[in-house]
């Protein structure tokens, strides 16, 4: 069983900055593969980026260049690093884990978090 809990959502301006965490309990955390989701108001929720045990990383298009995914064993967290954020990445995002070798897509993940709230301003 895993449980995780994220933190650092807010609010910012456009072109802004903010870095998520994902804090996991549980056992085998550095085996699993950690991905973030999100979803706005009135959408689907969408991957992403993921990240397996030897940190290899995935993005999805609209983020890559501009958030980072990254993890910490030692301390059980995975992190997302935004940067240069825009109105259309207000959602709520959501931190996941998986027991596959590899995951991107959200019904390949076996464990969810809450989820933060996101809001950026134009």
Known sequence: QVQLVESGGGLVQAGGSLRLSCAASGDAF???VMGWFRQAPGNEREFVATI???RDTYYADS???RFT???DNAKNTVYLQ???LKPEDTAVY???A???RWATSSVQYDYWGQ???VTVSS
């Open 94 to 96: 959501y931190c996941a």
């Open 82 to 84: 935004m940067n240069s």
């Open 30 to 32: 550095s085996r699993n």
């Open 115 to 117: 989820g933060t709230r």
């Open 98 to 100: 998986s027991l596959r």
């Open 63 to 65: 983020v890559k260049g």
């Open 69 to 71: 995914i990254s993890r």
């Open 52 to 54: 397996n045990w030897s």
